[in-house]
Nanobody, 124 residues
Framework: QVQLVESGGGSVQAGGSLTLSCTVQ?????????MGWFYQAPGKERKGVAA??????YYADSVKGRFTISRDDDKKTASLQMNSLESEDTGMYYC??????????????????WGQGTQVTVSS
């Protein structure tokens, strides 16, 4: 059974940094999958943050220049380095396996597997 496990969330002051990590457990040929990070603010819809795969990295406009996504195919991990955090970044962050054909769109409906999420709280 394939599971995605996120870690690294927490509380930080505005301007601070956090690194989220997503580890894929189980019999999944990780190298063939594109990975994405999404966030969901309280009472809001889930939105795409960043994705990696298909030979590139892709970001939502709101995080360009502040967040960096990366992957380690040997360790089956996808990481999200978040710098210059803002209070608007507060929410639950989820990683997921995303359709490589549609990776640029960063849409939640293109995700086939989700992790359980990790909370990020940024105080101003």
């Amino acid at each position: 059974q394939v599971q995605l496990v996120e870690s690294g969330g927490g509380s930080v002051q505005a301007g601070g940094s956090l690194t989220l990590s997503c580890t894929v457990q189980g019999g999944l040929s990780y190298i063939n999958y594109c990975m994405g990070w999404f966030y969901q603010a309280p009472g809001k819809e889930r939105k795409g943050v960043a994705a990696v795969g298909d030979g590139g990295t892709y970001y939502a406009d709101s995080v360009k220049g502040r967040f960096t996504i990366s992957r380690d195919d040997d360790k089956k991990t996808a990481s999200l380095q978040m710098n210059s955090l803002e209070s608007e970044d507060t929410g639950m962050y989820y990683c997921g396996t995303i359709d490589c054909v549609r990776i640029r769109s960063l849409l939640p409906e293109d995700v086939s597997r989700w992790g359980q999420g990790t909370q990020v709280t940024v105080s101003s």
